[in-house]
């Protein structure tokens, strides 16, 4: 049986470690507090069977074997390092969610062909080297370069520093951490939705289509600086009212789009920021993701023609500096058809769903075939009121369970 009692008191157990004066946790990677967390992490691990290792770019992995040593192994996974001050169920709910599964199978001695590995992976959130996150699932993809190693924390301590003060060999990261495409046979993470599509619809899981590819792109607006009393209203070039035009026809481009689509100006700097001076020029960020790369391009497409329709009749300039584009990664259908006939054998109701955050199940979809579970979650994410309920953890994890045992037992994946 999964048991809603050992997930309840494991769950209230890893928040007191990094726990905030709000209740909170703040708990980032690679410090005292991760280090805590990895001893009462890998204790589960053994607890349920598993043998423990940490690889060398800091990925906490816990392996149980199957009756076939040679069958790839089905993964479980998700993350236990937090933002500052975040909730309590952001990543952890996904690897203690694993280890239920594992130290179910171990309780129930369940036959399985297939190895079984929990990883819960280094720094996803990216709060201590603010470097993007996913740092362990892009090591295992390859994707870590030196200069990663070189960023440097709030107080100067190296990425590098950090990794050998944890008691790894960085430099082994470009070889030992990194697994090869098809070694595993899928990848499974639960996660907290984050987001309030379940909440609104009442329904308990969701089972994700994919993972939107988000783009980030830098739109800088000149026109001209002038005297707010001297200049007439007709004989403006006022760039942060041409900002906002952009900004509002980006919202209406999305919204033509429809879901998954989202577009967001995020930032906006004016200069020179004074009160008697009519703006000159505005830099603002732009966030647009979609499930599909071409709609998503398209949609970028649209943005740029109109914000040049925009600038020309209000006669200013504009450019567009492209600062960052990850593909999107899309769940495996088989995995998702698995999902929803489990569901329906368990008279869960679900709903079908992209997943707007990035996870580490976006950088494991280039290893294996991938599928994710969002469990409802509500007080928004990244804050101390983040919750999800014990009953919809219980549900996601007897979820993840039977579709974990589903492949464990399968001859071909
Ligand atoms: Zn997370």
């Known amino acids: 049986m999964i048991s809603s009692q050992r997930l309840e008191d494991r769950i209230n157990s890893l928040a007191r470690i990094g726990m905030t004066e709000e209740g909170g946790v703040t708990r980032l990677a690679l410090t005292d507090e991760d280090r805590k967390a990895h001893q ?10 598993m043998s423990v290792r940490v690889d060398a770019a800091g990925n906490l992995i816990g392996r149980k074997e199957g009756t076939n040593p040679q069958a790839r192994p089905v993964v479980m996974g998700s993350h236990i390092d937090s933002v500052g001050n975040g909730g ?3 990543g952890t709910i996904g690897v203690i969610g694993g280890i239920e599964v594992v130290q179910h199978i171990a309780e129930e001695n369940i036959s399985i062909t297939r190895p079984v590995e929990v990883i819960a992976f280094c720094e996803e959130e990216g709060s201590r080297f603010q470097s993007g996150g996913i740092f362990g699932s892009r090591a295992m993809t390859g994707k870590i370069t030196p200069a990663d190693l070189e960023i440097r924390d709030a107080n100067g301590i190296s990425r590098r520093q950090a990794l050998a003060d944890f008691g790894l060999n960085p ?3 470009f070889t030992k951490a990194i697994r090869r495409k098809g070694e595993m046979a899928l990848y499974l993470e639960m996660h907290i939705e984050q987001g309030p599509v379940l ?3 009442g329904i ?3 089972i994700v289509t ?3 590819g988000l783009s980030l792109t830098e739109i800088i607006v000149e026109g001209k600086p002038n005297h707010v009393g001297a200049t007439p209203m007709g004989m403006r070039h006022d760039a942060l009212l041409g900002a906002c035009e952009i900004a509002t026809g980006i919202e209406e481009i999305c919204l033509s789009y429809g879901s998954p689509a989202v577009g967001t100006v995020g930032t906006m700097e004016v200069f020179p920021g004074q009160v008697n001076i009519v703006p000159g020029r505005v830099v603002m960020t732009t966030d647009v993701r979609d499930l599909d790369v071409e709609r998503r391009e398209s949609i970028l497409q649209r943005i740029r023609n109109h914000a040049e329709s925009v600038a020309g009749r209000r006669g200013l300039t504009v450019s567009f500096d492209t600062k960052l584009k990850a593909n999107p990664a899309l769940c495996s259908q088989e995995i998702i058809e698995v999902m929803k006939r489990e569901s329906e054998r368990m008279s869960l109701s679900y709903l079908e769903m992209p997943s707007g955050a990035g996870h580490d199940a976006q950088l494991m979809a280039e290893l294996a075939d991938m ?10 994410s990244h804050n101390p009121r983040e919750y999800a309920s014990m009953e919809d953890i219980t549900l996601g994890t007897e979820l993840l369970s039977r579709v974990a045992l589903h492949y464990l037992n399968a001859e071909e994946v």
């Open 40 to 49: 009462l992490v890998r204790s589960w691990m053994e607890q349920a069977g």
């Open 88 to 90: 309590k169920f952001d």
């Open 371 to 380: 599928g994710m579970i969002f469990v409802r979650s509500t007080g928004g």
């Open 210 to 212: 994919g993972i939107t």
């Open 171 to 173: 430099d082994e990261l």
């Open 199 to 201: 909440e609104q619809k």
């Open 204 to 206: 308990p899981v969701g």
